[in-house]
């Protein structure tokens, strides 16, 4: 279930955020999460 609770969020900020293209802010929140996570590192460490 939590896996899926972005869907909810995502369908509040169509109902509630008038005049933004949620749609697009979620393509761009997505683009910014991967770029952080491919320069995450490849081995596994403490706080960094």
Do not use: C, P
């Not at 005049?19 to 761009?28: A, F, L, S």
């Amino acid at each position: 279930s939590e896996a899926g609770h972005y869907t909810t969020f995502l369908n509040y900020a169509k109902k509630y955020a008038e005049g933004m293209d949620v749609d697009k802010r979620w393509k761009e929140f997505l683009e910014f999460e991967g770029e952080i996570i491919q320069n995450f590192g490849t081995k596994e460490t403490i706080h960094g």
